[in-house]
């Protein structure tokens, strides 16, 4: 059964037609990133068996500025000895552009990390500029053109809040954004980022928003910060929902027993991917309709975008 207003059957056609519908996610999404000190031969070892979806090598706040430079090497190290990223990306946190820091950082080009996660940033030309460094050191290392990804830590600074909808088109190595509560705190001379509550204050709500607005209007992944009490499992499990049902499609995660709970609440569970394709089917069953009833809900394009959105995301994550 049919309900609803009819589009011109052509309209509806090219919309079911189009790349943005079928192709889902341009590249795998990333549901886990797991921070691992770049200077801990224990941690590195144990992170690969991990089941995040990728890591992040930390040379930033994980490491003390007396051990960068052996972070470095070791970070470098890492990188070369797992060739095979198949299963899980391997990211390197590096020091802000503003450090002397991160020029010396960059030597993990070298290795060629799936991407680098650049903190403190004050805007999309932060990440130009980090862009223009990679299109050299990758020629230099042999390292494949534009496969190094970009993703800026983008709420760290206050100048950055004001920059969110910027970073469309700034760089095609431009992989996702993400946010961070505790160094914008810092900066701004607060003593806490929380409400008695337990809640954000509200700038930190407006950084979390303008992330994931920003990310979408980039057309980029947005990631969740990190949930910073890894005690506390029941906590992280009802953030990242909260952050899925948002419109964040992945997060950090700062220890290795939450990224498991975060895996979870970022793949589709069994009743979405019957109740989407459920969806799908009644569309197809329907050419030339825009809208469509199915137990008595009324259903558009958008309901049949997000339905797609999640098959695919099941498909790439089966449960």
């Not at 940033?121 to 299109?135: E, G, N, P, R």
């Not at 589709?268 to 199915?294: C, H, I, K, M, Y």
Request: hydrophobic content about 40%; charged content about 20%; overall charge negative.
């Amino acid at each position: 059964m049919t309900m609803g207003t009819q589009f011109v059957p052509q309209e509806a056609e090219e919309i079911m037609s189009t790349p943005e519908l079928n192709a889902g996610v341009k590249s795998a999404p990333l549901r886990s990133m797991l921070f691992v000190p770049g200077d801990s031969e224990r941690k590195l070892e144990k992170s690969i068996s991990s089941p995040a979806d990728a890591l992040i090598l930390d040379l930033e706040d994980a490491v003390a500025p007396s051990r960068t430079h052996i972070a470095r090497g070791m970070v470098l190290e890492y990188l070369k000895s797992r060739p095979d990223r198949s299963r899980q990306k391997l990211w390197v946190r590096i020091n802000p552009l503003t450090t002397p820091a991160a020029l010396l950082d960059l030597m993990v080009v070298a290795g060629a990390p799936d991407g680098l996660m650049l903190p403190k940033v004050f805007s999309a030309q932060d990440v130009t500029k980090l862009s223009h460094f990679l299109d050299a050191l990758e020629v230099r290392e042999g390292v494949p053109q534009g496969s190094i990804r970009i993703m800026p830590v983008a709420t760290e600074t206050p100048a950055a809040l004001f920059t969110l909808g910027g970073y469309a088109g700034c760089s095609p190595r431009l992989a996702g954004l993400t946010w961070g509560a505790e160094d914008i705190a810092a900066a701004l001379g607060a003593s806490t980022n929380r409400r008695p509550n337990g809640e954000y204050d509200t700038v930190y709500q407006l950084a979390r928003a303008l992330c994931l607005t920003g990310a979408v209007a980039a057309d980029v992944q947005p990631i969740d910060t990190i949930w910073s009490n890894f005690s506390d499992p029941t906590g992280l499990e009802a953030d990242s929902q909260f952050a899925r049902r948002s419109g964040f499609t992945g997060k950090i995660a700062i220890h290795p027993n939450q990224v498991e709970i975060i895996n979870q609440a970022f793949s589709p569970s069994a009743e979405e991917v019957v109740w989407s394709q459920r969806v799908v089917d009644v569309f197809a069953s329907n050419p030339g309709l825009g809208t469509v009833g199915l137990e008595g809900k009324m259903l558009d394009m958008p309901h049949l975008k997000q339905a797609q959105r999640i098959l695919e995301l099941a498909a790439r994550f089966p449960q």
